[in-house]
C-alpha cells in the first residue's frame, strides 16, 4: 500500500492546525456513488479552500490512498463541533463508495491502513469506530450493516507493507526519478527489477516471484548484498547500492543451462522440483549433478536400479508419495505465518524457497499458479488448487 501525503494548504480554513494525540480511529463513507468520485477526486475536493470538512485519509479500490492532513492534527469529519472527542482524539478515514469502484477491495484497502494506523499509533481494537459512534448519523452507511463482520475482519487481518510517499518526496520525484530510495514498502517496476538483478546476484532464490512489492525477504537479500559489497548495511537501496549491484552483474558471466535427462515423456520444472523435494536434493528445477546422486541414493535406498535417472520404476515409487498427498487444511497467509510438511510441498512445487511458512512470497505465487490454471485466485491452496498441484 502507498501513502501519497497531499495535504490540505495550511492557510485553508478546514485544516485549523490543532494538535491532537489520536486515540480513535473513525470510519466513514463518502457517501458519494458518481462514477469518478475515487480517492484522488476527493482529495481535490478537501483541498478547495470553500470546503468546510476535512479528515485525514480517503481510500478507494486501488493501491494509493490519498491522506489530507498529518495524523497529529485534528480535522472536521466527526461532527461533534470543536470541543468533541471525535474532532479532537481520533484519525479520520473515508471509504469510497463510488460506482464505478469496488466497494470490497476498498473496504479491505481501508482494513489495512487502519491495522497499520492501529500499530503505529497504539491504538486498540476496541476505539475503531464508525461515524455514528460520535453523533448517531447513519454512516458508514454501506458497513454498518455488516460492523461486526468488518471489526472481526480487522481483528483476524495481517500487517501490510506501507510506503509513505511525502509531499517532498513527490516534488524530488518529478525532477529527478531516479533519486527515489527503494525501501520497504516500495513497488513498482523499479522494486521488480531490483529484485530480478538480486536474483542474478544470488541473493534472492532464482524462483522468487519479482513481484514489484518490497517485501521482508527482498529487504534481507538487499541487507546481505550490502554487506558483502562492504556498504552501510540498512536494507535501503539507494545510488550506492544500486551502482554496486550492476557493478557485479557486469562482472558475473552468464550462467550456461545444465542439460536434463529425462525418461518421462513430459518433464516440466515443477516435475524435477517434486523430484527434488522427495530425494532431498536443493529444489531448484534444474536436474543438475546433485540431483541424479541424490536419484542414485534414493534408487538404492527403494531396490532401484541405480543409475540416477529418473524412468517409469522409479517415477512409479515416487508417484506413491503422491498418493498420499491428502489434501487436509486450506493454506493462506494468516498471522502469524501457517506452517507445515504440506506448505513444504507446495513450495517445492511452486519454487519458491522451502522454509515451510506460508508467507507473502508463497501467497504471491500460489497466486500465480491460479491465474495461469484458471482457477479462483485468492492466494489459498484449497481442495481444487491442491488438486490441481497435486494430479
Avoid at 68 to 97: K, M, T, Y
Avoid at 149 to 177: A, C, G, M, W, Y
Avoid at 185 to 195: H, K, M, T, Y
Wanted: proline residues 5%; charged residues 25%.
Amino acid at each position: 500500500m502507498i501513502i501519497k501525503q497531499d495535504f490540505i494548504p495550511e492557510t485553508n480554513a478546514n485544516r485549523p492546525r490543532t494538535k491532537m494525540s489520536p486515540r480513535f480511529i473513525t470510519v466513514h463513507e463518502t457517501a458519494n456513488r458518481r462514477n469518478g468520485a475515487n480517492a484522488q477526486m476527493h482529495a481535490r475536493y478537501v483541498k478547495n479552500p470553500t470546503t468546510p470538512v476535512s479528515w485525514h485519509y480517503t481510500v478507494d479500490n486501488h493501491e494509493m490512498v490519498f491522506q489530507h492532513l498529518p495524523v497529529d492534527e485534528i480535522g472536521w469529519h466527526a461532527g461533534d463541533g470543536g470541543s468533541g472527542r471525535g474532532n479532537r482524539e481520533s484519525i479520520g478515514i473515508e471509504i469510497c463508495v463510488n460506482s464505478d469502484g469496488d466497494f470490497i477491495k476498498a473496504m479491505e484497502n481501508a482494513i489495512a491502513l487502519i491495522r497499520f494506523l492501529m500499530k503505529e499509533h497504539s491504538i486498540p481494537l476496541g476505539q475503531v469506530v464508525p461515524h455514528q459512534y460520535w453523533t448517531g448519523k447513519n454512516c458508514p452507511a454501506t458497513l454498518l450493516k455488516t460492523w461486526d463482520f468488518f471489526k472481526e475482519t480487522l481483528k483476524n487481518s495481517v500487517e501490510t507493507d506501507v510506503r509513505i510517499v511525502t509531499q517532498i518526496e513527490e516534488k524530488n520525484s518529478t525532477k529527478h526519478p531516479t533519486s527515489f530510495l527503494l525501501k520497504k514498502g516500495s513497488q513498482g517496476e523499479a522494486v521488480r527489477q531490483l529484485q530480478e538483478n538480486l536474483i542474478k546476484a544470488g541473493e534472492l532464490h532464482h524462483h522468487f516471484v519479482a513481484s514489484g512489492h518490497f517485501d521482508l525477504e527482498t529487504e534481507r537479500a538487499v541487507r546481505s548484498f550490502q554487506k558483502k559489497a562492504e556498504l552501510k548495511v540498512d536494507g535501503i537501496v539507494g545510488s550506492h547500492t544500486q551502482a554496486a549491484l550492476k557493478e557485479i552483474l557486469k562482472k558475473q558471466p552468464q550462467p550456461t543451462p545444465k542439460k536434463q535427462k529425462f525418461t518421462k515423456k513430459i518433464m516440466s520444472g515443477k516435475d524435477v522440483r517434486y523430484i527434488q523435494f522427495v530425494v532431498g536434493a536443493k529444489v531448484d528445477g534444474v536436474f543438475g549433478k546433485e540431483t541424479k546422486e541424490k536419484v542414485k541414493v534414493y534408487q538404492k535406498k527403494h531396490g532401484l536400479t541405480v543409475d540416477g535417472i529418473v524412468g517409469p520404476k522409479t517415477w512409479g515409487k515416487i508417484d506413491q508419495l503422491a498418493k498420499k498427498t491428502v489434501y487436509k487444511r486450506p493454506l493462506s497467509l494468516k498471522s502469524p505465518y501457517m506452517n507445515g510438511e504440506d506448505i513444504k510441498m507446495v513450495q517445492a512445487y511452486l519454487g519458491v524457497i522451502m522454509d515451510g511458512l506460508y508467507g507473502p512470497n508463497t501467497e504471491r505465487a500460489v497466486r500465480h499458479y491460479q491465474a495461469t490454471h484458471k482457477l479462483v485466485v485468492d492466494g489459498i491452496v484449497g481442495p481444487k488448487t491442491w488438486t490441481q498441484l497435486f494430479s
